[in-house]
Structures are given as structure tokens and as C-alpha cells.
């Protein structure tokens, strides 16, 4: 059983409290690395990273509203080739199920890395995230602005990539350390649910932590009530949208036998994508099953294909609207 505690949030700094976290965690589990986004001066961009020095967390970002790639496959590899170290992985909701799925594929054990995650309040479309680079210098300010509107399940849904509009299940399951935001005023504290009460109780040596407030739980599942609503609302728009999409896996292999562009976007950004299966029956459809809708297929296609809809489509067609447990 999960045990959720309420961590202070001091200098209206959520960001700056979640390192106290991870560094706290990172004492406690006795780390030797931490896979997570750290934001890289040479480009501005959050990026997921294998730390291993523990001051290197004064930069690390995990609410960032920008997503540069899936990291699923890179911290499967991180993990595989340093089987022998004390590892904690911090992804996105949508991240964290690609990496299961890869987990099951490979038959590696993800029983040793300390597996932590968030509520995601969505990431910003390329030309938005460039945009805002380009009117400060200070990078994190892009988080510091998504997490004030945590409470009310974050920036106009409007304003995120297509896939975070279309998203049903912007929260984790089954994880070691689960931070809140939904319905959280992240300016006065963070609420986190750990899996582990002897973790739980170490982090309360290491940083203040107090009872969670009676009236959070309550607003957070109206919140995420609320944006499964709106999100299901999408769903519908993107079919009309697209009236005349072929919602089928024939469909589908066709067009990637036909686009290379769209091959090459699934096989540079989907952590699931082999295109040496995508043309066989059974692959395809198992792959499509998979897609956790993270987004990164997303493109332009030459053809006109509106590749990640497509999928997603084909995904509710063939299996309806698969809940996270799925």
C-alpha cells in the first residue's frame, strides 16, 4: 500500500523542492546514477541524462513542458549496460509505458531500479518552446510557469502538442515514487506517493514532509475527471477531422510501405517502431496495441498522412480506449 505525504514548498520554488526530493532519494536508495531530464546549456533543452554526480541535480528538470525524444529506449540501454548499479529513472507517464513494454519484450527485470514519475501537465509544441526560448534567458522559467497552473490541471489544453490534447491517462501507475500535480498549488507544497513505507519514512529525516490536506485528493480526481472529459472531447473532434481516414492496419502498412518519411519518423522517434516488422500482420497490430501515445511520431507528412492521428485512430478501432492497465 502506497503512503502519500505533503512536502512544503518554500520560496514559491516547486522545482527547486523537487531536487531537495531527488536528492534526498538519491542518499536514502544509495544511488550510483539517476537517469532523468536535465536541461544542457549548449542547447537549451531539457534532455534525459545519465547522472551520477549528485550536485549535477541542481539541474535537472522533471517537470519540464518540453519533450525532445521518448526516452524509453535510452534508459533501457542505460540500465542494461550498468546491470550492477543502484539506479532511480524518472519519465513521463508515457515514457514509463514504453519501457515496460520494452522490458517485457527483452525479458529484463526492472525490479532493482527505483522507478519515479509525475503527473504530466503536457509539453508545448516545438515552435511554442522555441518561441518562449527566445524572450528569456532563464530556461526553467518554462516549467516554473506550467507548474502555476498545476492546480487546475495546467495550461489551456489547447496549447499543448496534439498528442497531450489526446491523451487518457497523463498519470502513472505502479511506480516507487509518484509526485502530484493535478490539483496540487505547487507553489505552497508537493504531494508524493511512495510505494515503500521505510522510504517514506527516511525522506522525512532528510526534508519536511507533513499529512497530505483533506481537500487535495478531492480536487485532483475532479481535475483529472475534468481532463479526461475534455480529452475524450478531442477524440471525438480528431475523427471528424478526418473523415475519410481508413482506420485500418491495412491502411497503415500501406501508406509506410509508400512514405518514407513517415518510416523514417518512426524508426528515428518511436522507442516501439521496428521497421523490419511494420509491414507483418501480427507486428503491426501488436505494435499499434502498444503505442502509449507519447507523440513523437508527430510530423509533417509529404504525403499529407496525419501519421500520430492515424495511429491512434487505428488504437481505439481495433481495441477501443485502452486504460493505462491495459
Not at 534567458?137 to 497531450?164: H, M, N, V, W
Not at 497530505?212 to 472529459?229: C, D, F, S
Request: charged share 25%; net charge negative.
Amino acid at each position: 500500500m502506497s503512503q502519500d505525504i505533503y512536502i512544503p514548498v518554500s520560496g514559491d520554488d516547486p522545482l527547486d523542492t523537487s531536487r531537495q526530493i531527488l536528492s534526498a532519494i538519491w542518499e536514502i536508495r544509495d544511488l550510483d546514477a539517476m537517469i532523468l531530464p536535465q536541461w544542457h546549456a549548449a542547447n537549451r533543452r531539457p534532455e534525459p541524462t545519465w547522472i551520477t554526480d549528485r550536485a549535477a541535480l541542481t539541474s535537472a528538470d522533471p517537470f519540464a513542458p518540453v519533450m525532445t525524444a521518448n526516452a524509453a529506449k535510452t534508459t533501457m540501454d542505460m540500465v542494461t549496460r550498468n546491470g550492477k548499479d543502484k539506479i532511480a529513472i524518472f519519465l513521463r507517464p508515457c515514457e514509463l509505458e514504453s519501457l515496460r513494454i520494452l522490458a517485457d519484450r527483452d525479458r529484463i527485470e526492472l525490479e532493482r531500479v527505483f522507478v519515479m514519475s509525475a503527473d504530466c501537465l503536457g509539453v508545448l509544441p516545438e515552435a511554442d518552446f522555441r518561441r518562449h526560448l527566445t524572450l528569456t534567458t532563464d530556461c526553467e522559467s518554462i516549467t516554473q510557469e506550467t507548474l502555476q497552473f498545476a492546480a487546475q490541471g495546467g495550461i489551456l489544453p489547447s496549447r499543448y502538442k496534439e498528442s497531450c490534447q489526446l491523451c487518457h491517462h497523463p498519470y502513472p501507475r505502479d511506480c516507487d515514487l509518484h509526485i502530484w500535480l493535478f490539483g496540487v498549488e505547487t507553489h505552497n507544497g508537493l504531494v508524493l506517493s511512495l510505494r515503500d513505507d521505510e522510504t517514506a519514512g527516511e525522506l522525512s529525516k532528510h526534508i519536511e514532509t507533513l499529512p497530505v490536506p483533506k481537500n487535495i485528493p478531492g480536487r485532483r480526481e475532479k481535475v483529472i475527471q475534468n481532463l479526461e472529459t475534455w480529452r475524450g472531447r478531442s477524440f471525438g473532434r480528431e475523427g471528424e477531422r478526418y473523415p475519410d481516414l481508413n482506420k485500418t492496419l491495412d491502411a497503415l502498412a500501406a501508406h509506410l510501405r509508400e512514405c518514407q518519411a513517415c518510416r523514417s519518423r518512426l524508426e528515428e522517434h518511436c522507442p516501439l517502431f521496428d521497421s523490419l516488422d511494420a509491414l507483418d500482420p501480427l507486428e503491426l497490430k501488436s505494435w499499434v496495441r502498444s503505442c502509449a501515445g507519447c507523440g513523437m511520431c508527430e510530423h509533417t507528412c509529404p504525403e499529407g498522412y496525419p501519421l500520430f492521428s492515424s495511429i491512434l485512430q487505428i488504437r481505439h478501432a481495433l481495441f477501443g480506449r485502452l486504460s493505462p492497465d491495459s
